[in-house]
């Protein structure tokens, strides 16, 4: 398949369904649009002429432009407090008690319930990231992030531009103009969010003495042409009894007339309206998806839009944003930056970006031999990345970029399978005997004695199962010979059966059952818990147990038993932080922003939803900044600062694409609907997921209340539907397309047969 078949492929596959999204648009209102709103400026762009309004009523009022023809643009404002609402911190627990705990006493209690968690109460349960910066700092071994709390940029610009709480940048400082701004304390109070909904544009509202507020809003300008430098637009208002009273506007530096002036307001709308056209068209290939809460669909396209600021040219892969704080190169070759970032992309339908995101990694980052170009690799995510061709390969049939490194890909399962032959050497009474031996985690490189944790983790040999089975299953459809890809694909997947009794044989006698819950450690032959082996070994082999716990789950090898087992354990005894997994220490809690979301997933598969909500909303609140979402690679809970990574930024926009439409592993199944919060079952608003890629083709599915639509790509594929329709109170029976349905737990199961449209009614 040559490129041009390539992006015909994906039209074709776009245009499958009857109800195929087309690229979105300016939206369309209505008169009266305006009424009541405040004219702002006039300009033309392209030979169009456009006014300008705002609704200064209210806080939050939208940006609409009206053009002389054509349809209107409303860019709408959003706003969250930055400082704790709660009466009472952590619930009312003591945060030294919290650390110390092997339960995690925060989840426990807001699952006490029974039932969906609430969302205001995980929001409320801690102080929000960055509400008392230097505080509660997280414990990740990284160096403390300057207090910048997002950025801005854009896909051509190879650098980014931080944005700080008070509305700086590092070239730009609205104090100058606004002396309100230096009293002490008084940016602490106040409100973030973006214009635009999800667009990179942060808002930043500092609430003042009588009603009155100053806002400031800041933009990278999209027609700049510097490689490194991000131009920025800024407008900072102070805005009294719905009239702003005074106004200035900003391009990247102070003024220095008479060559440099500030801008005029048309030239600041002017590039306004050119960014958010821009940023439209940036995303114009992510999946469609409607919440009854807004929010989250906007805080999944905010995740596209920081990596693609992030990433070079939008593609060349970066780790942190900034300076040293995680933008060197050391940090290019991650594992973890590729895999999550080839991850949210197919599942947002994003192939294209896809696309060039694995051509770069394997031309630039692997070799022959199949090892990576960065310093620590991480045994586990060598399985994952042949699992993620794989599922590259069955969302979009292009076989052509995985034939072009071909070499690379063989040669990386070659890696693996050499590993587990050394393995199989062991003796037999060895506990690591037949386990794949490898860094679980990249730093433990740049330890004096690396070779502690060049160890069995139960994870390396989970995602090899997975990540050769996967990719066994179709590479000689890939390769489209007999023969030679035949053998090869059958010696993946007898290898890969090989090595998953081997992992299960290996937990099984490992298994603490004398102890409550029941306990398993990250590899075989432990003989203290994690939490006490990193209290008293120096250095041990157990640390950093959250990466292969979190790895170990999301490779989906595990029986049921087993692996609710683990999860458990994580929960029992000190992996988890409010739900989420935590970046383990003896005594501290703090969450685990990055690769925590295999864990998730893994909550969902095993039907414990109730749980993966409190994942969804701990992960929002809690190592994301307030409005301006900006997400931490480890958060303290007591408010402090966290270091962003953009794998962490990743994990919401795939949570709540599955929490609609997640696959089976293995069997001919797809879940719909399965981790729907019952509230929002219950608020008789629409859900839905349009256009989502699987490896049957794209579905389509929606649903409100109890009744649910679903459309496949062609008839009986997947064989099996799971629609779950969470209402209040449970679902009790069903009809498909007019029959009666099967009904197990809320889930409506349906055996598509020759049909591609389902309609269902509970």
């Known amino acids: 398949m040559n490129r041009r078949r390539f992006l015909q492929n994906l039209a074709v596959t776009g245009a499958a369904l009857e109800t195929a999204g087309a690229e979105p648009g300016p939206q369309t209102i209505e008169p009266p649009i305006v009424e009541g709103h405040t004219l702002l400026s006039e300009f033309t762009l392209d030979g169009v002429a456009w006014k300008v309004y705002e609704d200064l009523r209210v806080r939050d009022g939208s940006i609409t432009f009206v053009p002389s023809r054509g ?98 940048t590092r070239t730009y400082h609205p104090s100058q103009y606004f002396p309100e701004l230096r009293a002490p304390g008084v940016t602490q109070k106040r409100f973030e969010g973006m214009l635009g909904g999800w667009m990179p544009a942060p808002r930043k509202v500092v609430p003042l003495e009588g009603g009155a507020y100053i806002e400031m809003i800041v933009f990278g300008d999209v027609e700049a042409k510097d490689r490194f430098i991000v131009q920025t637009w800024h407008r900072t208002a102070k805005i009294e009894n719905g009239k702003i009273t005074k106004v200035v506007y900003g391009y990247s530096y102070p003024a220095y007339p008479p060559a440099r002036l500030d801008p005029k307001p048309e030239e600041f709308y002017r590039g306004l309206l050119v960014f958010a056209n821009y940023w439209d068209r940036q995303l114009r290939d992510v999946t469609p998806m409607t919440l009854p809460k807004d929010d989250w669909v906007d805080m999944a396209k905010h995740a596209v839009a920081k990596e693609i600021m992030v990433r070079p040219g939008g593609v060349y892969p970066k780790y942190g944003a900034v300076d040293r704080d995680y933008y060197g190169p050391e940090y290019d070759g991650f594992q973890d930056v590729f895999t999550s970032s080839v991850y949210t992309n197919l599942e947002l339908g994003r192939f294209e970006p896809a696309r060039a995101i694995v051509d770069n990694y394997f031309t630039d980052f692997v070799d022959a031999k199949g090892m990576i170009n960065m310093r620590g690799p991480e045994t586990a995510q060598f399985g994952m990345t042949l699992s993620l061709l794989a599922r590259y390969y069955n969302y979009t049939r292009d076989a052509e970029l995985l034939v072009k490194h071909r070499g690379k890909i063989e040669a990386t399962a070659a890696m693996l399978a050499e590993m587990h032959d050394e393995a199989l ?100 032959g432990t003989t203290m818990t994690f939490r006490d082996a990193l209290a008293k070994e120096r250095p041990s082999p157990q640390q950093w147990p959250h990466r292969p716990y979190a790895e170990l789950m999301q490779a989906d090898i595990l029986p049921a038993s087993l692996a609710n087992l683990v999860a458990d354990c994580m ?12 970046n383990v220490s003896p005594r501290n809690r703090a969450i685990l922003g990055f690769i925590s979301y295999g864990y998730a997933q893994m909550l969902l598969r095993l039907d414990r939803v109730e749980e993966y909500l409190l994942f969804l909303y701990a992960h929002r609140y809690h190592d994301h900044t307030p409005g301006s979402w900006t997400a931490g690679e480890v958060a303290g809970i007591n408010g402090g600062t966290a270091l962003f990574c953009i794998p962490a930024q990743q994990t919401i926009p795939m949570m709540v694409r599955w929490m609609l439409a997640l696959e089976d592993s293995d069997e001919d199944r797809l879940y719909l609907g399965k981790g729907v919060p019952r509230e929002w079952a219950g608020s008789g608003k629409p859900i839905e997921i349009r256009q989502a890629p699987t490896r049957w083709g794209r579905v389509n599915f929606a649903m409100k209340g109890a009744s649910a639509t679903v459309e496949l790509a062609r008839a009986g594929a997947p064989k099996e539907l799971h629609v779950k329709l969470r209402v209040p109170g449970g679902l009790k029976s069903a009809t498909v397309n007019g029959r009666p349905g099967v009904v197990k737990d809320d889930t409506v199961v349906i055996q598509t047969g020759s049909e591609r449209r389902f309609e269902i009614a509970g």
Request: proline share 9%; hydrophobic share 35%.
């Open 71 to 168: 349809a209107p643009r409303v860019m709408s404002k959003t706003a969250e407090p930055t400082f704790s609402t709660a009466s009472t911190p952590h619930l009312g627990l003591n945060l030294q008690e919290i650390g110390a705990s092997g339960p995690d006493l925060l989840a426990d209690k807001l699952l006490a319930g029974g039932g969906d968690p609430s969302e205001e109460q995980v929001r409320d349960a801690a102080p929000p990231l960055g509400s008392a910066t230097g505080q509660g700092q997280a414990t990740s071994g990284a160096p403390a992030r300057l207090p910048w709390n997002t950025f801005v940029g854009t896909k051509e610009c190879f650098d980014t531009m931080m944005v700080y709480p008070q509305g700086n």
């Open 571 to 582: 929960r029992g005894y000190g992996a988890t932080t409010m739900g989420v997994v935590a």
């Open 425 to 524: 050497k062991r003796p037999a009474d060895d506990p690591g005997h037949g386990l794949i031996h490898g860094w679980s985690e990249s730093d433990a490189c740049l330890a004096n004695t690396p070779e502690v944790w060049w160890k069995p983790y139960f994870a390396n040999s989970a995602f090899t199962v997975r990540g050769l089975r996967d990719l066994g299953r179709v590479w000689p459809e890939i390769t489209r010979r007999g023969g030679g890809s035949e053998r090869q694909a059958q010696d993946w997947l007898r290898r890969a059966e090989t090595l998953r009794e081997a992992t299960i044989g290996s937990m099984e006698k490992n298994v603490r059952r004398d102890m409550t819950p029941s306990y398993i450690g990250p590899l075989p």
